[in-house]
């Protein structure tokens, strides 16, 4: 299982700039760009980037994002 | 290929007021277009009828979205909006294929949908073990070099 649940909470509808083992957040911002330059100012050469949904309820997608 | 779900916030609500965590179909790729890459988490979506990706990804990749060929497409509120198609590389696991890839403003986050994905794969979502089988149909792509 790979539980994101609680080192993404408080980031909801930022992209997430995560480690590349997924373990912890290295950077946030609105928008992708940012996220990934701010981990690689952190060093983290190879982030995996998540957009973390707007609302933590459900999901299906609609325009309202 | 198999990969766990993957557990995302939550909070609770009326319907669920014990909820704290989804879990969701949701696996590492790397999207490439040229010389450009990122890697992310990606949603497989069976409701989608193809991949649907938010337009800032194509924009950092160096993708000029809106010329690329334009569909039309809705979500479940029911209202359209407009989706640039582009072919880029998509690198999952072992393997790397094309796919034609629609991008989007109204995307909240990358989708992996039938035309362009799961069309390439046999799929296994086993939920009550939280895990995800892929394996490539045997005349698609190839292994990643």
Known sequence: MNDLSEILRGLENQWVALSHDEKKVVAAALSLHQAKQKALKKGERHPVLVKVPAKSGGYVLSNRG | ?145
Not at chain 2, 72 to 81: I, K
Not at chain 2, 100 to 120: K, R
Not at chain 2, 132 to 144: F, M, T, V
């Open chain 2, 1 to 145: 290929m198999k990969f766990d779900y993957v557990d995302w916030p939550a909070s609770p609500s009326e319907a669920f007021p014990g909820r704290k965590k989804i879990s969701r179909p949701t696996i590492r790729i790397t999207a490439q277009f040229e010389k450009e890459s990122y890697e992310m988490l990606a949603l497989l979506d069976s409701g989608a009828d193809y991949c649907l990706f938010p337009a800032s990804i194509g924009e950092e990749l160096g993708l000029d979205i809106q010329s690329g060929p334009k569909d039309w497409t809705q979500g479940s509120d029911g209202r359209p909006f407009q989706v640039y198609f582009h072919e880029i590389t998509l690198i999952v696991g072992r393997y790397r294929i094309n796919a034609g890839v629609g991008f989007a403003e109204e995307c909240p986050w990358p989708l992996l949908g039938h035309a362009g994905f799961l069309e390439q794969f046999e799929v296994r979502l086993n939920f009550s073990r939280k895990r995800i089988e892929l394996k490539l149909s045997p005349s698609r792509s190839r292994p990643k070099k």
